[in-house]
């Protein structure tokens, strides 16, 4: 693979907290504590953006005490954008590497927010774990586009 193939342009548009919730009440001090983390991707095709969601659950008891969820908002150059997309099968396919990168962005980013979020509470202690992102991103993923003609 040739190193310019590698160079994808894309730039950070927003963050969003799509949700961000903490049971004191679930919470019980000392207790063994698990860690449920989530992806989910969206595309927006008109504006050339990809969107990953992050979302992660820190569980006692099969009870979640704290939940978080993050979206990260990327804007893909038009360059990149068509090297991505598939007219013939109507397809968006993202390289595995680049959105695997992407996720790594958005788990920064949701640790960003949990901090900042249980700043000066008992929860603050909890910091999300370095995740491995090639075991959460295992293949491309493939957005499906409908009716990519523009209505005018």
């Not at 005490?65 to 013939?88: D, K, M, P, Q, R």
């Not at 788990?107 to 960003?112: D, M, Y």
């Not at 999300?128 to 499906?144: A, G, R, S």
Request: charged share 25%; proline share 3%.
């Amino acid at each position: 693979m040739a190193e310019e193939k590698n160079k994808i342009g894309f730039a950070l548009k927003k963050i969003t907290t799509e949700q961000f919730a903490i049971i004191e009440s679930a919470y019980k001090e000392g207790d063994l504590v698990d860690l449920k983390a989530g992806l989910r991707f969206g595309i927006n095709f008109e504006n050339n953006i990809i969107t990953v969601f992050f979302s992660t659950s820190l569980i006692q008891e099969k009870s979640p005490f704290l939940i978080i969820e993050v979206g990260c908002h990327f804007n893909i150059t038009t360059e990149a954008w068509s090297s991505f997309y598939n007219e013939s099968k109507t397809e968006v396919i993202v390289p595995r590497g680049f959105i695997g990168h992407l996720v790594m962005l958005t788990i920064g980013t949701a640790r960003g927010v949990l901090h900042s979020k249980t700043e000066n509470t008992p929860f603050n202690s909890f910091l999300l774990p370095t995740l491995n992102v090639n075991e959460l991103v295992k293949k491309d993923v493939v957005f499906k586009v409908e009716n990519t003609k523009k209505k005018g």
